[in-house]
């Protein structure tokens, strides 16, 4: 290694990189977004993800090379991170690209001379691998590189054969891998020996192309797929022993050990392994936020909250006891912000949003710390190995504990966690809210993957047409792709043009039919898979072929109340700028036929009045009737005119900007009116949270306010009917039910505690007497948790100094156990909360509370009596 390469920063690593390429015909392209266009992958996770559709055949490249710098989220391994050398969620990965250019010779040659000229390392550090079948590799790497035999290895399909799925595009690998210990040799190399070799570059040789027999093709152009990990560079060129203490992470770790008051380097191996995951995970955290992904409990948004809550509690486990996490953010932030500015630029959200999950979580840390650790206690005394299901469901669902987390700490207490029980108690909450997922058809997907080199992406036409003739490309049924299909099949169609708006950007795709001789085909959705728009429909009549000319026809109804939907929507982001906070972005949207939802990033719920005063903002611009002015615009001059970016777009060079002058300017591939009086009238019908942060309004426009009203009138005249009052009356008339209602519950209630008191007193012969204790253990007949625990509670006053354990089954299904101690009875250890809530374990239950007074339940009744049977004989023992 040459002197000057020894002491490279990370962006200087990066820099060389990027240069070494550009000056070799390359064309530099910034990082695409944490948040893919593919989605069968949650977060972009490889250097390669941007151009998947370039390899596959479906999108033509606007270049023959690309160089990238691409930041990438991985968290399958996150239990690994801070433990091992190179494990972390977020890293970069330095890439170059072919698309049907230059080839094995040149990416090899080029991988070299990187390597040792720019980067300086000696070739006796390097080996390289390649496929136990490509000779050709082989032969390159020896006879025109010169790399030594021994330091070329075979390897085999698992670990240098790339594949993109069961089908479509792959082929072999060759990887360089740094040797920091040559001096040991070149017999018997090993290079799963990671304390000796590191691979830092892979070259991929995409060549072949795989059918589902498994059968291998030569592609028509080959592709050359590189990456280079950033962070393994750095901890190589600056002589460390793990990437963590490299400069791109270490002076996170660092402010994270200050605040705690702590040397990293004098620190134990514990300690380090947490100031590695806070460095490692706050880098994650901060491009997440940057790319728009907000914390909740589903897909991306969970990997985000599950790694900001790891970053907190090896926090705590350091000794920060208060906030921390916006001050190592900040570190981060600088770290990054020259080479991703939009870290900057997003500060304020990226520290806004970590600051309320930061403050949330610590709300509930400390009780469920506390309630986990008596769980584990119990577990411990019981001489068991692992904490159920039920426990651990208890802690996600009431302190919002993530089960990783609970597998965390009972790791560190040599315990398991039940994951099935987790899971069945889990599966009871399905009703729980959640995020909208639309199911994606992979079926035709892989189709359409194996179509891609003899088809042309779709041509939308549908801003301007809404019919068209157009020619069948693709026939499918059910993903497989058919010559022809009958009436009665379902059918996915590719056209080479079309009318049709495909779901994107929030808005539904467009319903319709495809016309021809004889044939019809009513289309009920749209979609787009790369630049493929399918239409989902099915023949009603006569048979289709593939190479059919038709007639593609949009139903303008449907399309008419989409486009009023999608600029409502806009005009509502513009009012809520206006009347709520400049500072508002979008989180999410859905534009239907029926009805619109925007999502968007806001601490607080609007008041009554801020809802009111949005409506009447938006329905007067409507009625301002302000015309669209709709043009494709460079994309730097689009923001530069101040055009607002929607959420989800992936946007090119060119973007389409929807204005409505002094009104609303945003970036939209969307469907919309050419003046807003078209939209009609606009009424909000809800606002609510969906997730932390985040707010959700639902709102109707055009025609489809007049159904919303008749579906209320309809209701209001029904209830008029029942109540046989005026429209005016119902609210008064419903409160007084109410209040009706409310005393009769009351007065049940007290009934069946009385009822239950009478049961109880009989119960008083059948207290067993143990030395100065008296115990009463029994089961009541169809008697409600509440009612058992006055029983008990008033038992318990009459005997005294004692113990008392009822048990009822109020309903089927439902088991309920109340435990009542006197403070004589806390005092030989035995707690009421502790006590019922492994009793109700038997009856497949849980619960707990109080030292003197405890509920819990279950669902097994034909448990109850041996429940009941065990709490006596345990009271016994305890108290003799």
Request: net charge negative.
């Amino acid at each position: 290694m040459s002197s000057t390469s020894q002491y490279l920063s990370g962006n200087e690593i990066r820099q060389l990189f990027l240069d070494f390429y550009t000056q070799r015909g390359h064309q530099p392209l910034p990082s695409a977004s944490l948040v893919p266009e593919d989605p069968t992958v949650l977060l972009t996770i490889a250097g390669m993800l941007p151009f998947k559709p370039i390899f596959l055949g479906q999108r033509t490249p606007e270049f023959k090379r690309a160089t990238t710098s691409q930041k990438c989220i991985r968290t399958n391994d996150i239990e690994n991170v801070g433990r091992t050398q190179r494990h972390h969620t977020f890293f970069e990965m330095l890439g170059n690209f072919s698309f049907g250019d230059y080839f094995k010779p040149q990416a090899i040659a080029w991988g070299w001379e990187l390597s040792t000229q720019v980067f300086g390392f000696s070739p006796q550090n390097l080996v390289v691998s390649v496929f136990e079948e490509d000779d050709e590799a082989l032969e390159i790497w020896r006879d025109q590189i010169g790399v030594t035999p021994a330091r070329i290895k075979r390897m085999g399909a698992d670990d240098n054969f790339w594949v993109s799925g069961i089908t479509g595009p792959c082929g072999p690998c060759s990887e360089i891998y740094y040797d920091f210990h040559p001096e040991r040799g070149e017999d018997n190399i090993d290079l799963e020996d990671d304390t000796r070799f590191i691979e830092f570059y892979n070259l991929v040789f995409m060549q072949y192309n795989r059918d589902a027999a498994g059968n291998l093709t030569p592609l028509q152009n080959k592709n050359i797929d590189t990456g280079m990990g950033l962070e393994r560079m750095a901890q190589i060129l600056q002589k460390k022993p793990n990437n963590y203490e490299t400069d791109l992470i270490f002076p996170i770790i660092e402010t994270a050990a200050k605040i705690a008051g702590i040397d990293y380097y004098q620190s134990d191996e514990k300690t380090k392994i947490s100031l590695k995951v806070i460095g490692d995970h706050v880098r994650s955290v901060v491009h997440m936020i940057a790319d728009e992904i907000r914390a909740s409990n589903v897909g991306r948004g969970y990997v985000l909250r599950r790694l900001i809550r790891r970053v907190v509690r090896h926090g705590r486990l350091i000794g920060i006891s208060g906030e921390f996490i916006n001050q190592v953010a900040e570190t981060a932030i600088s770290l990054s912000e020259s080479v991703y500015p939009n870290l900057r630029q997003r500060e304020a959200s990226i520290k806004a949003e970590l600051q309320r999950e930061e403050t949330n979580f610590l709300k509930t840390l400390d009780r469920g710390e506390k309630l986990l650790e008596e769980i584990i206690q119990t577990v411990k005394q019981q001489k068991q190995t692992s904490i159920s299901g039920e426990s651990a469901f208890t802690l996600y669902d009431t302190f919002g504990f993530p089960l990783e987390l609970t597998q965390e700490i009972a790791e560190e207490y040599n315990l398991t966690v039940d994951v099935d029980g987790f899971n069945a108690e889990m599966q009871k909450q399905v009703e729980r809210a959640k995020a909208a997922h639309e199911t994606i058809d992979l079926t035709v997907q892989g189709s359409l993957d194996k179509l891609a080199e003899h088809i042309h992406s779709t041509q939308f036409i549908g801003y301007k047409q809404l019919a068209a003739t157009a020619k069948i490309e693709v026939l499918l049924v059910s993903g497989v792709s058919q010559e022809a299909a009958e009436a009665g099949t379902d059918v996915q169609i590719v056209l080479d043009k079309t009318p049709f708006y495909a779901e994107s950007g929030g808005q539904v795709g467009d319903k319709g039919y495809i016309s021809g001789d004889g044939i019809l085909v009513r289309i009920e959705d749209v979609k787009k898979e790369s630049d493929f728009f399918v239409h989902f429909g099915k023949i009603e009549r006569g048979t289709i072929r593939i190479g059919d000319n038709i007639t593609a026809q949009i139903d303008h109804a449907c399309r008419r109340r989409a486009q009023a939907n999608h600029t409502a929507t806009h005009l509502l982001q513009a009012a809520l700028k206006k009347v709520v906070d400049e500072g508002i972005s979008q989180a999410g949207s859905l534009v239907s036929f029926d009805r619109l939802r925007f999502d968007f990033n806001c601490p607080r719920a609007l008041t009554t009045a801020e809802v009111e005063q949005v409506e009447e903002i938006v329905n007067n611009w409507i009625s301002e009737a302000h015309s669209a002015t709709i043009e494709v615009l460079p994309i730097a001059e689009a923001k530069a005119k101040g055009a607002v970016a929607m959420f989800g777009e992936k946007y090119g060079d060119e973007v389409r900007v929807i204005d409505f002058p002094g009104v609303s300017m945003e970036l939209c591939g969307g469907t919309h009116v050419n003046n807003t009086a078209e939209i009609g009238v606009f009424k909000i019908i809800a606002e609510a949270g969906v997730a932390s942060g985040v707010r959700r309004i639902e709102a109707v426009s055009g025609l489809a306010v007049l159904d919303y009203l008749n579906v209320r009138d309809t209701v209001v005249k029904d209830l008029c009917d029942r109540f046989k009052v005026k429209p005016e009356e119902v609210p008064d008339r419903i409160t007084t039910l109410q209040t009706e209602i409310r005393n009769s519950e009351k007065e049940i209630q007290t009934l069946k505690s009385q009822l239950a008191i009478v049961k109880s007193d009989s119960l008083l012969q059948t207290a067993e007497t143990l030395g100065e204790y008296k115990i009463i253990v029994a089961q009541m007949e169809e008697i409600d948790a509440e009612s058992l625990k006055t029983a008990a509670e008033r038992l318990l006053q009459k005997i005294g100094n004692g113990a008392v354990v009822l048990g009822s089954v109020p309903e089927p299904g439902k088991v309920s156990i109340v435990a009542a101690f006197s403070p004589e009875v806390n005092k030989k250890g035995v707690q009421a909360g502790k006590f019922v809530g492994t009793i109700a374990k038997i009856c497949g239950g849980g619960g707990g509370g109080r030292p003197n007074l405890a509920q819990a339940g279950g669902r097994d009744a034909s448990k109850l009596p041996e429940a009941l049977e065990t709490a006596k004989n345990d009271l016994l023992a305890a108290l003799k």
